[in-house]
């Protein structure tokens, strides 16, 4: 079995049932998961933003980024395999975000490709860290679901505690959450399919307890003190319910539930996330107490979420830089802006589209002034057709007798860049 010392609900002789006969190795999810515990240990904290292709990802570790992390919702906006333009709410196939999982490796294995046949030393394959929602579903879909983002060669994997009928985005309304006790089945699930795999995948839990409304069910302990009764106090009460069928949760109490829930989850997960309605370091610290008072070695997670007004809640650019630094002071090993890939990109090709209809080319010379500036911080896309590999497959043609066809010498990028 891996080696992560958190707990499980099952024995090492049922990992080993569940084996088979043949050894597959997961390289890249088992150095993926190696590498990004590494940075947890030796790092404050490691902080990076979502990406939804390869192409993302590869510019996230030229420019010094240490771990890419794969939303669903960007999935869902971007990146499906339906091909269709979602809002976050489980509406894509669920093959989706381990296809980008496998997109990402594949653009990471192109840049290694390139690097080393001209002479480097390679690429860094940074881990992913993928949302796998709610799991799609219960313990059997959550076990596939993660299994099949360990053989896409995910690092790390997160599941959240919502019912994933009604699953959306975090900072949504309408959230209904499942019992604590079904959200660790599902991370049991992960644990297992990790342990199968023989690849120690990095477990995230989320919970979206502090700002949901409704609860599926009753039947765990843990969750009954914060379901609604009304009724005057000492008489009869009647339990809160809606048309269809949920329970309703106590107003108010929405971070108090999160740090019961998060204490319960930090002993199956490797690390845990609560998701907040607004940035608020007194907040975070209150969960990180109660979470690393019940589990000592926990380590937390922290959305730093673009559907936070940044400015209007933290002012100050001195507040804003140091942010992140405060939340690592208190455990947070694992900061991330889960749209911010969206965001860059929507806007950065706004800006050029608007600039372009009132310049023309003026406006393209502008943009490839840039790319020719940002070279000495290790841009590298200026000279497009080397990024994609034409040198690397032209490798490949002189190596099969056929070099006199190799497209890159004698190419306009060859001869201009």
């Known amino acids: 079995m891996a080696h992560s010392g958190k707990k499980r609900s099952y024995t090492k002789a049922d990992v080993e049932k569940l084996k088979g006969s043949v050894n597959i190795e997961h390289t890249l999810a088992k150095m993926g ?14 902080n990076t933003f979502g990406a939804y292709n390869g192409q993302q ?61 001209e002479g480097g030393q390679g690429f860094p394959f940074a881990p992913i ?17 993660a299994r099949n983002l360990i053989e896409a060669g995910a690092a790390a994997v997160h599941f959240e505690d919502q019912l994933s009928s009604a699953k959306k985005c975090g900072h949504l309304g309408g959230k209904v959450l499942i019992p604590t006790s079904q959200a660790i089945k599902n991370l049991n699930a992960a644990r297992l399919a990790s342990d199968v795999a ?59 539930f999160g740090c019961e829930r998060g204490a319960a989850y930090a002993e199956y997960a490797d690390l845990v996330w609560c998701e907040t309605s607004k940035p608020c370091l007194k907040e ?37 830089a140091d942010f992140q630094w405060e939340l690592g002071k208190m455990g947070f090993k694992f900061q ?50 080397r990024e994609v590999g034409v040198g690397y497959f032209d490798a490949i043609t002189t190596a099969l007798g056929s070099g006199s066809t190799a497209a890159l010498k004698g190419s306009t990028e060859e001869d201009q860049f």
């Open 57 to 117: 990802a590869v510019q996230h570790v030229k420019a010094g980024l240490d771990a890419i992390y794969l939303s669903g919702w960007q999935v869902a906006a971007s990146a499906n395999s339906g091909m269709e333009t979602y809002p976050d709410q489980s509406l894509y196939a669920v093959d989706s975000v381990p296809n980008t999982v496998r997109g990402i490796n594949n653009a990471f294995r192109r840049q290694d490709q390139i690097i080393v046949s």
């Open 336 to 385: 991330f802006i889960t749209l911010a890939g969206f965001h860059a990109t929507n806007y950065g090709i706004f800006e050029f589209a608007r600039k372009y209809k009132e310049e023309g080319m003026l406006a393209y010379a502008n943009l490839q002034d840039a790319e020719f500036a940002a070279e000495e911080h290790g841009y590298t896309s200026t000279k497009h057709q």
């Open 284 to 320: 975070a610290k209150r969960f990180a107490d109660a979470v690393k008072g019940s589990v000592p070695d926990a380590m937390l997670a922290y959305n730093c979420s673009p559907s936070f007004n940044w400015r209007k809640t933290i002012p100050g650019d001195t507040e804003l």
């Open 129 to 145: 860290i993928a949302d796998a929602e709610a799991g799609f579903g219960g313990v059997l879909n959550s076990y596939e679901l």
């Open 198 to 256: 023989g690849t120690d995948t990095v477990i995230i839990a989320r919970t979206d307890a502090e700002s949901a409304k409704l609860l599926a069910n009753d039947v765990d302990i843990l969750d009954k003190k914060f379901i609604k009764r009304y009724g005057s106090p000492g008489g009869a009460s009647t339990i809160g319910k809606t048309s269809d069928g949920f329970y309703e949760i106590q107003e108010g109490r929405g971070l108090e």
């Open 33 to 46: 998961a190696k590498n990004l515990r590494n940075l947890f240990a030796t790092k404050p904290y490691v």
